[in-house]
């Protein structure tokens, strides 16, 4: 079982940029797929990027151009640079493998957008 722990969620101002990141633990890392996921208030989870064991990458249209996701095998972490942020991604941010596993969920992070 693979389990997560996401941190670097905070308030910010619009604009502004965040780096979320995700340790992993119990499996091969380099092995698996990851994604990071969002859940916004009164909305349901949603993907918002994913990274393949090879490290190829995609994004929801929503995000494409502004966040940037990435792996470090090394250190089984993956990362989610997150630049011009807006309102509207307010939301809890959770990795997970990819396709996500019911038990690999973690407590997600925290991440703010307002003036």
């Known amino acids: 079982q693979v389990q997560v722990v996401e941190s670097g969620g905070d308030l910010v101002q619009p604009g502004g940029s965040l780096r979320l990141s995700c340790a992993a633990s119990g499996g091969i890392f380099s092995r698996y797929a990851m994604g990071w996921y969002r859940r916004a208030p009164g909305k349901q989870r949603e993907l918002v990027a994913s990274?393949?064991?090879?490290?190829?990458?995609s994004y929801a249209e929503s995000v494409n151009g502004r966040f940037t996701i990435s792996r470090d095998n090394a250190k089984d972490s993956v990362y989610l640079q997150m630049n011009s942020l807006n309102t509207e991604d307010t939301a809890v941010y959770y990795c997970?493998?990819?396709?996500?596993?019911?038990?690999?969920w973690g407590q997600g992070t925290q991440v703010t957008v307002s003036s």
């Open positions: 990274i393949s064991s090879g490290g190829t990458t």
């Open positions: 997970n493998l990819y396709p996500p596993r019911w038990d690999s």
